[in-house]
């Protein structure tokens, strides 16, 4: 496993563990985490910290993110495929794709690199969420 | 003066003299407001308040956006424009996109619905923050 892709998975659990929504992110630069983070709807009642948000949140204010990968438990939806686009992060590195995801491309149509590892767990990890709390989930990619 | 967006860049203006980018948001449903906001990056050390961020995140759970209308000073970055379009925001409501923006297209080709004031107010009012603080600005857009 991918250890940078172990920890978005072990802050996606985290989140789950909370009552939360299982996605989880990292954000990587030279082989060093920069920072991490998982969805906090739930927690903070908050429905901009998509993983990959709170990751970003979590990063503070970084001069440049050209030298960066960001890393997610699952495929971004069009916030966060928008917030990887407006801040000029180069390669995102997706668990799955399979449960949810429409934006790949509108990432590589604006030079963005989607590596895809189409990692069972992670599927796993959303379809037993998906099942067991289908409005939290629909509340949160707004098909409510 | 549209009395939402006059609220928005209130909110802008308030920004600037807390040291901020002066940009502004208002999220109305009805004809009245759920939530307004203003541009963080430099109040909370935070880049991902954008004033439409900082608007939506201020307006917490929604169970649905498709009856609302976000109003913003400037036209969006990607990262909002993304957002609007997940959220399914059906209609945006624009200061100006003179200064900046470059979403028009991939909103209106997601079925946002983009009207653009072209306030003057408002393009004079980043004007004189860009030639204030064009590095701030430029970290802001990502462009440092």
Redesign the interface.
Known sequence: MDKFMQVAIDEARLGRSQGGIPIGSVLMRNGEIVAQGHNK?VQE????LHGE?DC??N???????RDTVLYTTLMP???????I????IPKVVVGEARTFGE?RE?LES?GVEVEILDLQECVDMMNEFITAEPTLWN?D??E?
Request: hydrophobic share 40%; glycine share 6%.
């Open positions: 709807r009642l908050n429905p901009i948000m970003l949140n990063a503070g204010r970084q001069r440049t993110y939806c069009y916030m966060c495929a928008g917030t686009v407006q801040f000029k934006s509108f604006h509340e990619i707004m409510l």
